[in-house]
Every structure is written in structure tokens, then in C-alpha cells.
């Protein structure tokens, strides 16, 4: 079993709709949760990090459940500039090291 | 304000040859990471250094792979006597602290990537 597994979608998002996927992780000992973003072929930025409590930046919302081991990302009035793949991604509080999961690919069309 | 730095940022290899990828980090940050993503699949992390010393090499694969980050000069991951399934896209990230700092602190931040493609 992936230690972080994401739908790979793709997501065809009609431009202004809502999206909303979830990611799950395994290792009960993760402590720090985030969103990257990945266009074709380049670096990974971070979008967001996740707050036990939810949290919001502009069009974006996060949610974490401990209990049940997800973590969510909602996109509200998608543009076309939010296609791109979304990368969940882990930390322990052990290490440093980034776990990515698989990513899961957003298509937004006009 | 620079961000972190690779190079090349495409490779070609022969299979046998050796590779060695160059890795600068943001100005201040003292912690690199090199992750790999080979196509269609998702970023594995490979090493974590600072300056002089591997923190946590659990990624990396026994052989043919090294890694070094040293007191002057760019972090480097060394590949020798290539294969072709190390072709790859390699991202290197940096943050300016490490375990000590809080989560904006270890926020990490990647380069663009180096493809490597051995023919």
C-alpha cells in the first residue's frame, strides 16, 4: 500500500465550477500536511499547508481528518490557470522528508 | 532573490556513463533534499544533507548513487555507470532550517529539475 494515495483523475472542471478531491495517508505519525502544485514538467510549488483546523487561501480549501487519515482540497470558481496536477504531500515529525502522493490532475475547460 | 539553482537542466548519458547533478539552494538555506520522479509516477525522496554531513540517506538506492553537499559550492548527486532506468526528472529543494524549525521554517522549495535521459 502507497504511503500517500491520490485518484489521478484527470478532473474535467467546466471554467467557474467547484472541485474537490481527497488524498489518504497511512502513517498515523505524520504531523505536517501540504498541497503542491505541479505543472507539465516543471518543479512542484507549494500551494497550501494544512492546519488541523481547515484552512482557506482565496479560492482554495483545506481539511484535514486525523481520525480517518484524509485530507482534502476544494477549488471554488475554477480558472482555466488551476489545470495543473495536485501533489498531497506528508511529512513525519521524525524526519524532514517530503512523502508525495501520486498527484491528481485537474482539467479546467472554458 | 534567487531561488534554487540546478544544473544542467537536461542530461544525456550513454548507459555506463556517469552523471552528476548539480544542486545550488536559495540564499541562507543550509538544508537540500534531492527527490526523483521518474515519468508518470510521483516524487520519491532520495537524501537529505546540510552542509558536509547526509542527515538521512534512506532513499537512496544502495548502489551506484552518492551524494554530497560540501562547506563551498553546490550540492551534487553523482550517478556512475548509469542504466536506463535511471532516467528521470531530479528536483532538488532547500530549506532554511531543518528539524528545529517551525513548519514555515522547513517549508521547502524546489529547483526546476534536472532530465536525465540515458540512451
Known amino acids: 500500500r502507497k504511503e500517500v494515495e491520490q485518484d489521478p483523475g484527470p478532473f474535467n472542471v467546466p471554467e467557474g465550477a467547484t472541485v474537490a478531491f481527497n488524498c489518504t495517508y497511512s502513517?498515523?505519525?505524520?504531523?505536517?500536511f501540504f498541497w503542491y502544485r505541479q505543472d507539465c514538467r516543471k518543479e512542484p510549488k507549494l500551494l497550501m499547508s494544512?492546519?488541523?483546523s481547515g484552512n482557506e487561501d482565496g479560492r482554495f480549501t483545506a481539511q484535514l481528518n486525523r481520525a480517518s487519515q484524509y485530507i482534502s482540497l476544494l477549488i471554488r470558481d475554477s480558472k482555466l490557470s488551476d489545470s495543473a496536477t495536485y501533489l498531497c504531500v506528508v511529512k513525519t515529525a521524525a524526519g524532514n522528508k517530503l512523502t508525495f502522493g501520486g498527484g491528481t490532475r485537474v482539467l479546467v475547460k472554458p | 532573490n534567487a531561488g534554487v539553482m540546478q544544473n544542467p537542466r537536461h542530461l544525456v548519458r550513454r548507459r555506463g556513463q556517469e552523471a552528476r547533478l548539480r544542486c545550488s539552494p536559495m540564499?541562507?538555506?543550509?538544508?537540500v533534499y534531492w527527490y526523483r520522479q521518474l515519468p508518470e509516477e510521483g516524487l520519491k525522496f532520495m537524501v537529505y544533507?546540510?552542509?558536509?554531513?547526509?542527515?538521512?540517506e534512506s532513499g537512496m538506492p544502495k548502489e551506484r548513487f552518492s551524494a554530497e553537499f560540501p562547506k563551498e559550492g553546490p550540492s551534487i548527486l553523482r550517478i556512475q555507470q548509469v542504466v536506463r532506468g535511471d532516467s528521470a526528472a531530479y528536483f532538488c529543494?532547500?530549506?532554511?532550517?531543518?528539524?528545529?524549525?517551525?513548519?514555515?521554517?522547513?517549508?521547502?522549495?524546489f529547483g526546476p529539475g534536472t532530465r536525465l535521459t540515458v540512451l
Open positions: 544533507l546540510q552542509k558536509e554531513n547526509i542527515i538521512d
Open positions: 494544512v492546519y488541523s
Open positions: 540564499k541562507g538555506h543550509s538544508h
Open positions: 529543494a532547500s530549506s532554511s532550517l531543518g528539524l528545529a524549525g517551525g513548519q514555515r521554517d522547513n517549508e521547502q522549495f
Open positions: 502513517n498515523s505519525a505524520s504531523q505536517s
